[in-house]
């Protein structure tokens, strides 16, 4: 499972390679931190209290009655009603002890029938079903070496269940209409699944559970306009004769029942192979000339991971198809991964993203997570540590290390962000309110750093093979923590519990404060690090790495106390100790290096993560000559991302360096990568400089869509008329980026005037650029005079904030762009500000604002916003 949206954590997190907004936005960034950029720690833990309290539940394994070894669905759907119609025949056997009962999840089924099948024929069974359990009685003991065979003729009704969910998933109703009567424009009718987590119950009877396997055929039958897509091969498809069709599906490698996936829809498939096997794409028609784009390098991937892995991919086929409104990021179900709408577009769009890191994350899922699935929630970062950590197994691979160590940074932000806003948990938790909070930045983003950082300790021979050997031992089998655990040290031959228990089953991270002495009479170096997080002191094995010019001399250590001082003899004063030298520690850190320090780092580190550091820990050293040089020099870095972050780090507001570096910013503006183009334009734009007119202007017709809203907003900051007229030009657009940049603009510089954008956009739009909408909505409002749209906001934003079937990050978008309102808008009153509006007219508004955030409060369900909530008073 994969889910994106940039400066919030919902587990993946990936970001493309050329995600503009990433690089763009450094006030969202929480990186390996320096003395200057330091991520705000919590003073309660809100987990750990409630574990105290002993009000969680122990969350192990299902315990295993019976095994379900077959599973053939027959189903048919009904769009008006929201209705399948299915009939389940499923083979079993009692998993060890003898049994005469069978309970089956189904959720909100109206049950038909219940028989046992033998020769061919249906004999009736007694059974007892409460809306989502069928405790079915056998009519006799099996013991576990009788197989028996179960019918259940039911219909699933999806949209009368109370829906649930998480930040990563956000229903959990497991069957979805799409646009059912076609009524809303520019959609298409789609029908789709999501199980994950246990939500596969909602449209078939089933032992809902992570540690069961079963294989699979499903018999769809549908309008003979649409195509199929399900697990394993497609075996036939019949036509009916009466405009219908019945598409056979079936896969013979059993897999959890999470991952049975159905897709029915108007799509274009265009079709690639590797070694004989099917790849294909779905896409709707309008994009079937970008579908290789959409998802990019597939066939190589499936390539590079089976040699890497050792371990040829064994499914059937490999199938990816992007669907409308879907519930999360991406889905690994196998053979058959289901992407959000976000993964598709045309070349221009695919300019500012791509989701070739989401595509890897997916596909690496097919090793580690479905050949291999975890046995319990719990012990969820079995499967998407792993898949993140394929997204940087990857971009290594393709475009090298720096992208992998950007990717890194990416993720270490993620999860210090979720550590900071929820607490600092285990890795692999047994306790939690509920499953779906398994899926946070630290079973993705903070287990994927974690096996970055096994993989340095133990070497890339031994961790291969260890991965190898994991595969091979645990095939198509529940896993726990120590399967892994077991296979590492059989290859190693060392007893790695220190490493498991710190990184696998305890909490938090290390904090270091380094500090560096030389003794020149002994020629001596001294680097004391202090471990100063409040968890237990970590074992950390390292290298330092010490710099004399060009010259390195590495050192390994290994740090085991709260506080140590490790001495190296040298023959001169070093001009770096670089703490960390592969940069694959998890942690944050206070590092006291010294001006010239951080200089040679910059001209001399080979890694990008060597280099981000360096140009935040010169920030305030930019008056220095020495410094500007060497920041502006590396305008010049061969990789994107690191001129990128040296031009937003400069400080153009610094005369001497605006004049040496303003001509390099210029050429950057056109520089063959749009994440710096974009950076190049943000800054421009901060500058507000009519002479820049020319620039903006030609920035407009760049073919990014980031660069281009970029170029809009500097404009309108110097030419407000020309700047509104360009952004007027593209209102009618449907592009998701274009309206986030229009309201970004808007909510800057609009007003009344542009209050009708919002109003249309909110209706239409969902997901991220919901969330962007809502904020600049409110931004917007506090330039506004007209107290009837004012108050038209305000009930949009209501609207955002109390709608259950939003996503929570939307909800809390609606929520804080009322509070932004508010503030402004009191402000406004306070200073007889209001523009020509009745200020009790304002007044009264704020009053009303004050009463929607106490119902927002009040209507909320969702743990973490709650707890956001009550921080905001």
């Given at each position: 499972?994969?889910?994106?949206?940039?400066?919030?954590?919902?587990?993946?997190?990936?970001?493309?390679?050329?995600?503009?907004?990433v690089?763009?936005?450094?006030q969202?960034?929480?990186?390996?931190?320096?003395?200057?950029?330091?991520?705000?720690?919590?003073?309660?833990?809100?987990?750990?209290?409630?574990?105290?309290?002993?009000?969680?539940?122990?969350?192990?394994?299902?315990?295993?009655?019976?095994?379900?070894?077959?599973?053939?669905?027959?189903?048919?759907?009904?769009?008006?009603?929201?209705?399948?119609?299915?009939?389940?025949?499923?083979?079993?056997?009692?998993?060890?002890?003898?049994?005469?009962?069978?309970?089956?999840?189904?959720?909100?089924?109206?049950?038909?029938?219940?028989?046992?099948?033998?020769?061919?024929?249906?004999?009736?069974?007694k059974?007892?079903?409460?809306?989502?359990?069928?405790?079915?009685?056998?009519?006799?003991?099996?013991?576990?070496?009788?197989?028996?065979?179960?019918?259940?003729?039911?219909?699933?009704?999806p949209?009368?269940?109370?829906s649930?969910?998480?930040?990563?998933?956000?229903?959990?109703?497991?069957?979805?209409?799409?646009?059912?009567?076609?009524?809303?424009?520019?959609?298409p009718?789609?029908?789709?699944?999501?199980?994950?987590?246990?939500?596969?119950?909602?449209?078939?009877?089933?032992?809902?559970?992570?540690?069961?396997?079963?294989?699979?055929?499903?018999?769809?039958?549908?309008?003979?306009?649409?195509?199929?897509?399900?697990n394993?091969?497609?075996?036939?498809?019949?036509n009916?004769?009466?405009?219908?069709?019945?598409?056979?599906?079936?896969?013979?490698?059993?897999?959890?029942?999470?991952?049975?996936?159905?897709?029915?829809?108007?799509?274009?498939?265009?079709?690639?192979e590797?070694?004989?096997?099917?790849?294909?794409?779905?896409?709707?028609?309008?994009?079937?000339?970008?579908?290789?784009?959409?998802?990019?390098?597939?066939?190589?991937?499936?390539?590079?991971?089976?040699?890497?892995?050792?371990?040829?991919?064994?499914?059937?086929?490999y199938?990816?198809?992007?669907?409308?409104?879907?519930?999360?990021?991406?889905?690994?179900?196998?053979?058959?991964?289901?992407?959000?709408?976000?993964?598709?577009?045309?070349?221009?769009?695919?300019i500012?993203f791509?989701?070739?890191?989401?595509?890897?994350?997916?596909?690496?899922?097919?090793?580690?997570?479905?050949?291999?699935?975890?046995?319990?929630?719990?012990?969820?970062?079995?499967?998407?540590?792993?898949?993140?950590?394929?997204?940087?197994?990857?971009?290594?691979?393709?475009?090298?290390?720096?992208?992998?160590?950007?990717?890194?940074?990416q993720?270490?932000?993620?999860?210090?962000?979720?550590?900071?806003?929820?607490?600092?948990?285990?890795?692999?938790?047994?306790?939690?309110?509920?499953?779906?909070?398994?899926?946070?930045?630290?079973?993705?983003?903070?287990?994927?750093?974690?096996?970055?950082?096994?993989?340095?300790?133990?070497?890339?021979?031994?961790?291969?093979?260890?991965?190898?050997?994991?595969?091979?031992?645990?095939?198509?089998?529940a896993?726990?923590?120590?399967?892994?655990r077991?296979?590492?040290?059989?290859?190693?031959?060392?007893?790695?519990?220190?490493?498991?228990?710190?990184?696998?089953?305890?909490?938090?991270?290390?904090?270091?404060?380094?500090?560096y002495?030389?003794?020149?009479?002994?020629?001596?170096?001294?680097?004391?690090?202090?471990?100063?997080?409040?968890?237990?002191?970590?074992?950390?094995?390292?290298?330092?790495?010490?710099?004399?010019?060009?010259?390195?001399?590495?050192?390994?250590?290994?740090?085991?106390?709260?506080?140590q001082?490790?001495?190296?003899?040298?023959?001169?004063?070093?001009?770096?100790?670089?703490?960390?030298?592969?940069?694959?520690?998890?942690?944050?850190?206070?590092?006291?290096?010294?001006?010239?320090?951080?200089?040679?780092?910059?001209?001399?580190?080979?890694?990008?993560?060597?280099?981000?550091?360096?140009?935040?820990?010169?920030?305030?050293?930019?008056?220095?000559?020495?410094?500007?040089?060497?920041?502006?020099?590396?305008?010049?870095?061969?990789?994107?991302?690191?001129?990128?972050?040296?031009?937003?780090?400069?400080?153009?507001?610094?005369?001497?360096?605006?004049?040496?570096?303003?001509?390099?910013?210029?050429?950057?503006?056109?520089?063959?990568?749009?994440?710096?183009?974009?950076?190049?334009?943000?800054?421009?734009?901060?500058?507000?400089?009519?002479a820049?007119?020319?620039?903006?202007?030609?920035?407009?017709?760049?073919?990014?869509?980031?660069?281009?809203?970029?170029?809009?907003?500097?404009?309108?900051?110097?030419?407000?008329?020309?700047?509104?007229?360009?952004?007027?030009?593209?209102?009618?657009?449907?592009?998701d980026?274009?309206?986030?940049?229009?309201?970004?603009?808007?909510?800057?510089?609009?007003?009344?005037?542009?209050?009708?954008?919002?109003?249309?956009?909110?209706?239409?739009?969902?997901?991220?650029?919901?969330?962007?909408?809502?904020?600049?909505?409110?931004k917007?409002?506090?330039?506004?005079?007209?107290?009837?749209?004012?108050?038209?906001?305000?009930?949009?934003?209501?609207?955002?904030?109390?709608?259950?079937?939003?996503?929570?990050?939307?909800?809390?978008?609606?929520a804080?762009?009322?509070?932004?309102?508010?503030?402004?808008?009191?402000?406004?009153?306070e200073?007889?500000?209001?523009?020509?509006?009745?200020?009790?007219?304002?007044?009264?508004?704020?009053?009303?604002?004050?009463?929607v955030m106490?119902?927002?409060?009040?209507?909320?369900?969702?743990?973490?916003?709650k707890?956001?909530?009550?921080?905001?008073?």
């Amino acid at each position: 499972m994969a889910i994106t949206v940039s400066g919030l954590v919902f587990g993946a997190c990936s970001s493309s390679k050329q995600n503009t907004t990433v690089e763009a936005t450094p006030q969202a960034e929480t990186t390996e931190t320096t003395e200057t950029e330091e991520v705000e720690e919590r003073t309660l833990d809100p987990m750990e209290v409630v574990a105290e309290a002993g009000k969680m539940e122990y969350r192990g394994a299902e315990k295993r009655v019976n095994d379900l070894l077959t599973t053939s669905l027959d189903v048919r759907f009904d769009w008006e009603k929201r209705y399948l119609y299915g009939k389940a025949t499923m083979d079993f056997k009692p998993y060890f002890y003898p049994t005469s009962i069978l309970t089956l999840d189904a959720k909100g089924f109206d049950i038909n029938e219940v028989a046992m099948v033998t020769g061919g024929s249906k004999k009736a069974l007694k059974y007892e079903y409460e809306g989502e359990f069928i405790t079915i009685d056998l009519g006799k003991e099996y013991t576990r070496d009788e197989q028996y065979t179960i019918f259940v003729d039911y219909v699933a009704k999806p949209d009368e269940l109370e829906s649930g969910g998480s930040a990563a998933i956000t229903s959990d109703k497991g069957l979805y209409f799409i646009n059912p009567d076609g009524t809303e424009k520019n959609k298409p009718q789609q029908i789709w699944t999501q199980g994950e987590t246990e939500a596969s119950s909602c449209w078939f009877p089933t032992i809902d559970s992570p540690n069961e396997r079963t294989t699979q055929e499903i018999y769809m039958t549908v309008q003979d306009k649409y195509k199929t897509l399900s697990n394993g091969k497609l075996m036939s498809s019949k036509n009916n004769g009466d405009g219908t069709r019945t598409d056979h599906w079936k896969q013979e490698i059993a897999h959890a029942p999470y991952l049975f996936a159905m897709t029915v829809g108007d799509f274009a498939v265009i079709r690639d192979e590797w070694k004989g096997k099917v790849v294909d794409y779905y896409v709707e028609p309008e994009y079937e000339a970008y579908a290789r784009k959409i998802f990019p390098n597939t066939p190589e991937m499936i390539e590079y991971f089976s040699n890497l892995l050792d371990y040829p991919f064994p499914w059937d086929k490999y199938s990816q198809v992007v669907v409308r409104d879907y519930v999360s990021g991406a889905m690994e179900n196998s053979s058959a991964v289901i992407f959000g709408e976000f993964m598709q577009g045309d070349d221009r769009d695919l300019i500012d993203f791509d989701g070739e890191d989401i595509v890897a994350h997916e596909l690496f899922h097919h090793w580690f997570g479905d050949i291999v699935t975890c046995e319990s929630w719990a012990n969820l970062p079995l499967n998407e540590a792993f898949a993140t950590y394929g997204e940087s197994l990857w971009l290594e691979h393709k475009y090298g290390k720096d992208e992998m160590h950007n990717h890194l940074r990416q993720d270490l932000s993620g999860y210090l962000s979720d550590a900071a806003n929820s607490g600092k948990k285990d890795l692999i938790r047994f306790y939690y309110d509920d499953k779906e909070d398994m899926f946070d930045g630290h079973s993705y983003q903070k287990g994927g750093r974690v096996l970055h950082m096994l993989r340095n300790y133990v070497g890339d021979e031994a961790f291969f093979k260890a991965f190898n050997l994991y595969l091979r031992q645990n095939e198509y089998e529940a896993v726990e923590i120590h399967h892994l655990r077991l296979a590492f040290e059989e290859v190693t031959g060392e007893d790695l519990n220190w490493f498991f228990n710190q990184w696998f089953l305890g909490a938090g991270h290390p904090m270091l404060d380094i500090e560096y002495d030389y003794d020149s009479e002994v020629k001596r170096s001294k680097v004391t690090i202090k471990q100063t997080q409040d968890e237990d002191v970590f074992e950390i094995p390292m290298a330092i790495d010490l710099y004399f010019g060009d010259k390195v001399q590495r050192e390994n250590i290994v740090m085991n106390e709260r506080q140590q001082t490790f001495e190296f003899d040298v023959d001169g004063k070093p001009d770096l100790i670089n703490v960390d030298g592969d940069k694959m520690l998890l942690c944050e850190k206070k590092d006291n290096k010294s001006k010239t320090a951080y200089v040679h780092q910059l001209k001399h580190a080979p890694l990008y993560l060597d280099k981000y550091e360096a140009l935040y820990g010169l920030q305030e050293y930019q008056d220095d000559p020495e410094v500007q040089a060497a920041m502006i020099a590396t305008l010049d870095d061969s990789y994107w991302a690191t001129r990128s972050r040296a031009a937003l780090n400069l400080d153009w507001k610094n005369k001497d360096i605006k004049e040496k570096a303003m001509p390099r910013l210029k050429e950057l503006a056109a520089d063959e990568e749009a994440g710096v183009r974009n950076s190049a334009y943000e800054i421009l734009a901060s500058m507000e400089d009519k002479a820049l007119i020319p620039l903006f202007k030609k920035g407009i017709q760049d073919r990014s869509y980031g660069v281009m809203g970029q170029a809009m907003a500097g404009l309108t900051k110097v030419d407000k008329a020309a700047g509104m007229a360009e952004a007027k030009k593209w209102e009618t657009s449907e592009k998701d980026n274009v309206i986030r940049s229009l309201a970004g603009i808007y909510g800057e510089s609009g007003g009344n005037d542009q209050f009708a954008f919002f109003k249309k956009q909110l209706n239409e739009k969902g997901g991220f650029t919901k969330y962007v909408l809502n904020e600049n909505l409110g931004k917007l409002m506090g330039n506004m005079n007209n107290l009837g749209q004012i108050t038209e906001g305000v009930e949009l934003l209501k609207s955002s904030a109390m709608d259950m079937d939003e996503q929570w990050w939307v909800r809390l978008s609606g929520a804080r762009a009322l509070m932004d309102a508010k503030s402004i808008l009191s402000e406004r009153a306070e200073a007889d500000n209001t523009g020509g509006a009745d200020v009790e007219g304002i007044k009264n508004i704020v009053d009303k604002i004050g009463e929607v955030m106490k119902k927002i409060k009040d209507n909320e369900t969702h743990d973490r916003l709650k707890m956001i909530y009550s921080m905001m008073g």
